[in-house]
């Protein structure tokens, strides 16, 4: 097999990629925004369009204090309530503001072993000013009715007690249904503010 080069070294130059090269877009399909949201829910436009699916959090601001990070479920098709089977795996770094700690640990706590509560992608968000949770949520090929959905979730909470916490969780549904909703919301309170974007990935 040949190897092809770019005779031209200034990437300004190139303007389409050749017909052999395939990229991969992201597509926003869905920007919800919170104000004193009990819950924030993706109903619509989760189909077969794409194999893959991801949710960004910005900035998402607990109303009440020591509540865990943002949790989600999801319904399959024609489903409601929320509460899919899942076993899920979870573990988080943490680090003092001050410095005087630093930590990685699994915390059992936060799984599920064919669970159907909310899943857990954050741990104890503060509720001062600046304390917020960031970060994103995958979901694999949730139109599948052969095989479960894979999720994969990743972000960093500004913890109650001034430390950060970037927070690890995987895991699936334990369902060959379709699934077409998901539901954010808080263990404890409302999302007082906050933005969560929906994105289809090809």
Do not use: W
Not at 153 to 158: S, V
Request: net charge negative.
């Amino acid at each position: 097999m040949a190897i092809r080069v770019a005779n031209n070294q200034s990437l300004t130059a190139i303007t389409a990629l050749p017909s052999a090269v395939s990229g991969g877009a992201m597509t926003l399909l869905e920007t919800q925004t919170a104000s004193s949201s009990a819950t924030l829910s993706f109903t619509s436009g989760i189909d077969s369009t794409y194999d893959e699916y991801m949710f960004r959090f910005y900035d998402l601001h607990p109303s009440n204090v020591d509540v865990d990070g943002i949790g989600f479920q999801a319904n399959a098709v024609g489903g409601s309530g929320y509460n899919e089977t899942i076993t899920s795996t979870y573990f988080r770094s943490t680090h003092d503001e001050d410095g005087s700690s630093g930590a990685i640990a699994y915390q059992a706590s936060q799984d599920q072993a064919q669970g159907t509560g909310f899943q857990n992608i954050g741990q104890n968000v503060g509720t001062d000013n600046d304390q917020t949770c960031a970060g994103f949520l995958h979901i694999f090929n949730p139109s599948d009715t052969t095989f479960v959905t894979h999720f994969i979730a990743r972000t960093n909470n500004y913890h109650q007690d001034d430390k950060s916490r970037d927070v690890y969780v995987a895991g699936y549904f334990n369902t060959t249904s379709a699934l077409d909703e998901f539901q954010f919301k808080f263990s404890v309170g409302n999302i007082d503010v906050g933005v969560i974007k929906l994105y289809g990935i090809s």
